[in-house]
């Protein structure tokens, strides 16, 4: 069964500044999707960025860009330029072709002014 | 085009009682998605429905919980009986397809007194 594994429950970083945030899965599967979701304190679900395991490049989305490095089965996600909007909830999360989305435990960011 | 709708918002529950939470896909989605959140944890898929059609419902309870996808109108999941630990926030969220990117609800937050 597949797995997804955060490691780091909390983190924090300085508005401004930059913050990685840490994410492994385990599959057996060669054709699969990665998504880093926002939860803010609505609890509104927001897409953040998407990586296709298929494709080598590096996804990125702005600020927001993604480590993902498929045969250590590691996902991280870079937010760079950090701002205080984006203190949330983070949560890593994998999907399998036309299946249901697995997530982790989450991290929760912080960020200071 | 409105996003995935929800409703109730906010459902408060005896023990004892029936909770009915409302998912209304967005416009030409015909993929639904159940997940829950117990407080302080990630989303847990539940099930998953086409219309008229229960596709995969290997994270719902085997007692209590039930849902529908009919041809006309909402998708349902129904809790009967509920207890306390049936308290978290459940989100529906729709796709267009088996490939496609899925789509979030704002969620339903379920507390049971």
């Known amino acids: 069964a597949q797995t997804v594994t955060q490691s780091q429950p909390e983190m924090s970083v300085q508005e401004a500044e930059t913050v990685t945030l840490s994410c492994t899965y385990d599959?057996?599967?060669?054709?699969?999707?990665l998504f880093w979701y926002k939860q803010p304190p609505s609890r509104q679900m927001i897409l953040v960025i998407r990586?296709?395991?298929?494709?080598?490049q590096n996804a990125t989305e702005n600020r927001f860009s993604v480590n993902f490095q498929k045969a250590a089965k590691s996902f991280s996600l870079k937010i760079s330029d950090s701002q205080l909007g984006d203190a949330a909830m983070y949560f890593c999360?994998?999907?399998?072709?036309?299946?249901?989305?697995?997530f982790g435990t989450g991290t929760r960011l912080q960020v200071f002014p | 085009n409105a996003g995935v709708m929800q409703n109730p918002r906010h459902l408060v529950r005896r023990r004892g009682q029936e909770a009915r939470l409302r998912c209304s896909p967005m416009?030409?989605?015909?993929?639904v998605y159940w997940y829950r959140q117990l407080p302080e944890e990630g989303l847990k898929f539940m099930v998953y429905?086409?219309?008229?059609?229960?596709?995969?419902e290997s994270g719902m309870p085997k007692e209590r919980f039930s849902a529908e996808f009919p041809k006309e109108g909402p998708s349902i999941l129904r809790i009967q009986q509920v207890v306390r630990g049936d308290s978290a926030a459940y989100f529906c969220?729709?796709?267009?397809?088996?490939?496609?990117?899925?789509?979030f609800g704002p969620g339903t937050r379920l507390t049971v007194t």
């Open positions: 599959t057996s599967e060669s054709d699969y999707y």
């Open positions: 416009k030409g989605h015909s993929h």
């Open positions: 429905l086409q219309k008229e059609n229960i596709i995969d």
């Open positions: 969220a729709s796709s267009p397809g088996l490939e496609d990117e899925q789509y």
């Open positions: 999360a994998y999907r399998s072709a036309g299946d249901k989305l697995i």
């Open positions: 990586q296709e395991a298929y494709k080598q």
